[in-house]
């Protein structure tokens, strides 16, 4: 399993952001848990597991994926939470 890290700027609140990345997540199946400053989240993809932590610093989300399958590029990964997080 390799890792990844990415950052995601978004507008608005912090809250905001964080409601809808629990919403990827959960309705993926996934566990969230953090609040506005970090957190670690981990979802079910293809019979596979992906995890992570966040952290918050401005307006940016900086994303660090700790386990993932070889075969789900990290960019698959960022562009999906990149299209939840900023609609």
């Not at 670690?40 to 307006?59: K, L």
């Not at 940016?60 to 990964?77: A, E, H, L, V």
């Not at 562009?79 to 997080?85: A, C, D, I, N, V």
């Amino acid at each position: 399993m390799s890792s990844c890290t990415f950052s995601i700027p978004f507008e608005g609140t912090p809250d905001k952001v964080l409601i809808k990345a629990r919403f990827a997540v959960e309705s993926q199946g996934g566990t969230f848990t953090g609040d506005t400053n970090a957190g670690e989240f981990a979802v079910t993809a293809f019979g596979n597991s992906i995890a992570g932590s966040y952290t918050v610093a401005g307006q940016n989300m900086n994303i660090i994926i700790t386990d993932k399958p070889f075969m789900i590029p990290c960019s698959m990964i960022e562009g999906f939470l990149k299209s939840q997080l900023t609609k």
